[in-house]
């Protein structure tokens, strides 16, 4: 029964590019049945947020301030190029103040993805420094999402910042200090003790959460279709342009010998985002034009990141096989 489970979550990991749009499909699908259940979702968020940071402790976000250059770096190119970028392209095809621009804008200011983490050990990165980056900047989030969003827009849209920041303090702050609480009781052993349970049903919870929200929002999207053939290319080209300011950024800003590790971590950290507190923000403070961006995000976010890891291992071939010492060719 143990091995069940973490064969189950290995499962959902592999297949998460399929199963996200899948759990979207469906809430689409069932939403007249599934519309009662949408007050669950800051409790089901709220728990996949609390057991991601159980494999976070005060040590893994050490290391993060040891490295203040990379932490602002990563932030920085997250929160503000990208959502500056984010605003630029959606004005160009969609009016300034359109609904459709917050969501873009949205998707880059919300915190970074829990999924990150597989995505940049799959790729031979520094795991404990995007974990602790995720961790860092889902604490942040109160701050970040609603005054960025102020910043950008202005009076443009009207957002109670305080709500914002209660809300996310409630689902996100909270349940991550007591995951990091419970890592240094259990001196980091209390994720792999449960993991068997926890990590696949924060997997369903995460599904759940986007089968409730997609549910939410079905009526709106039908209405809405019209407008998909402008903005479905640019929420592909806004989650292709949050990885390459990440790739582009770190060549630029790290100085001497380009750590590999430390790149392919700023790429995933930039690219991928939490689109389910995404949904969450979007449903409940801007208009449900608004959360469609972010949406459409859940189909591309995934296999961006499959195309990524891809075009990463063989620009590392290449660049190690110029020095002769290719560790993939060992293998």
């Known amino acids: 029964m143990w091995s069940f489970g973490i064969q189950f979550s290995q499962f959902v990991d592999k297949y998460m590019f399929l199963l996200t749009p899948g759990a979207l499909l469906l809430g689409f699908l069932f939403a007249p049945w599934l519309q009662h259940a949408v007050g669950a979702i800051p409790y089901l968020f709220g728990y996949s947020t609390f057991v991601m940071a159980m494999g976070c402790g005060v040590g893994h976000l050490r290391q993060v301030f040891r490295k203040p250059g990379i ?55 520094s795991v404990p420094l995007i974990l602790a980056l995720v961790v ?87 209405d809405l279709s019209h407008d998909m053939i402008k903005l479905v290319p640019m929420v592909i080209l806004l989650v292709a342009l949050c990885y390459g300011v990440g790739e582009v950024g770190s060549r630029l800003f790290m100085k001497g010998d380009i750590d590999a590790s430390l790149q392919v971590t700023v790429a995933y950290a930039t690219g991928m985002r939490n689109i389910s507190l995404g949904i969450v923000i979007a449903m409940g403070y801007f208009t449900p034009q608004a959360s469609i961006p972010v949406v459409l995000s859940i189909l591309i976010q995934q296999p961006m990141a499959t195309a990524f890891h891809a075009l990463h291992k063989i620009l590392t071939i290449r660049r190690l096989a110029k020095k002769g010492m290719s560790r993939y060719d060992k293998r």
């Open 136 to 222: 860092l900047d889902a604490a942040l989030s109160p701050l970040v999402v609603p005054h960025l969003i102020e910043w950008i827009f202005g009076q443009l849209v009207k957002i109670d910042t305080l709500a914002v920041m209660f809300d996310l303090i409630w689902i996100v702050v909270l349940p991550t200090i007591l995951g990091v609480i419970v890592y240094e009781i259990s001196k980091g052993q209390a994720k792999t003790r449960t993991a068997p349970f926890m990590l696949p049903t924060s997997k369903l919870t995460f599904l759940a959460v986007i089968l409730l929200n997609a549910s939410a929002i079905a009526p709106d999207v039908l």
């Open 71 to 125: 932490m602002l770096l990563t932030l920085g190119l997250a929160h503000l190029l990208s959502p500056v970028l984010a605003y630029l392209l959606g004005s160009v095809v969609f009016a300034a103040q359109s609904p459709y621009v917050v969501g873009l804008v949205l998707f880059t200011v919300i915190p970074l993805g829990v999924s990150s983490v597989i995505w940049v050990g799959l790729s031979q990165g």
